[in-house]
């Protein structure tokens, strides 16, 4: 059930913020934000999640806008070791609900 | 990660062959799950289990057939193998710790059908 938007691809030069945007516009209002990401075929990875508050970990930061419609993930300081796969997942937390994983967007980091 | 094991890692078989993926799981979580991921397209559910008598359908589960022999071990079954099953198949698993739940994925099993 495809409820997020994301651009197919983007490229980040290394060493500069990657801005990873996402489009949620029908979430509801217990569904989570998740990030996660996939490395050229390995098993994807979690990077984080928020519910309304911008969080930030040793990963990454989530911004979510005001109205919860869509959310930025942002990657501080790019690495080469950063491209991949990036998918971001609305769901509801602990419930049945499952993370469904869309098309995500496929990140270059450039040297 | 390691603590989701997958076997086998490559699987070459015919149309019409039964076929089992075993993954197994050294992080004690209850909740198990089987995706597939095809070239240029993102994860798919097949199925998943909240613990060993819970099983359920996921998005794609039509062709496959799963078996939770113990907390620990998810097998998922292709009974007829036919070539559009041949995909990348992932392993999961997750558990909730203070409402986050974090799916934890083995290193894929690559199976091609001829």
């Known amino acids: 059930d495809a409820k997020t938007t994301q651009p197919t691809s983007m490229d980040c030069a290394e060493g500069r913020a990657a801005n990873l945007p996402c489009n949620h516009s029908?979430?509801?209002?217990?569904?989570?934000v998740y990030w996660y990401r996939q490395i050229h075929s390995q098993g994807p990875q979690y990077i984080i999640h928020?519910?309304?508050n911008n969080e930030t970990n040793e990963m990454a930061s989530l911004i979510i806008t005001e109205d919860r419609k869509s959310s930025t993930l942002i990657l501080p300081h790019a690495t080469l070791r950063d491209t991949a796969v990036y998918y971001c997942?609305?769901?509801?937390?602990?419930?049945?609900?499952?993370?469904?994983f869309g098309t995500g967007t496929s990140l270059t980091v450039i040297p | 990660d390691a603590d989701v094991t997958q076997t086998p890692r490559n699987r070459i078989t015919k149309t019409g062959k039964r076929i089992m993926l075993e993954c197994s799981q050294t992080?004690?979580?209850?909740?198990m799950y089987w995706y597939r991921q095809d070239p240029g397209l993102g994860l798919r559910l097949i199925y998943y289990?909240?613990?060993?008598?819970?099983?359920n359908k996921g998005e794609i589960s039509d062709g496959y057939s799963v078996s939770r022999q113990a907390q620990a071990k998810f097998s998922l079954s292709l009974e007829s193998a036919i070539p559009n099953q041949t995909a990348l198949y992932f392993c999961?698993?997750?558990?909730?710790?203070?409402?986050?739940?974090?799916?934890?994925f083995g290193s894929g099993t690559q199976l091609s059908v001829l």
């Open positions: 999961a698993t997750s558990d909730m710790d203070r409402g986050k739940e974090k799916l934890f």
């Open positions: 029908t979430i509801s209002g217990n569904e989570y």
């Open positions: 928020g519910l309304k």
């Open positions: 997942i609305v769901r509801v937390v602990n419930t049945g609900n499952q993370f469904y």
């Open positions: 992080k004690g979580h209850d909740r």
């Open positions: 289990s909240f613990d060993v008598k819970d099983i």
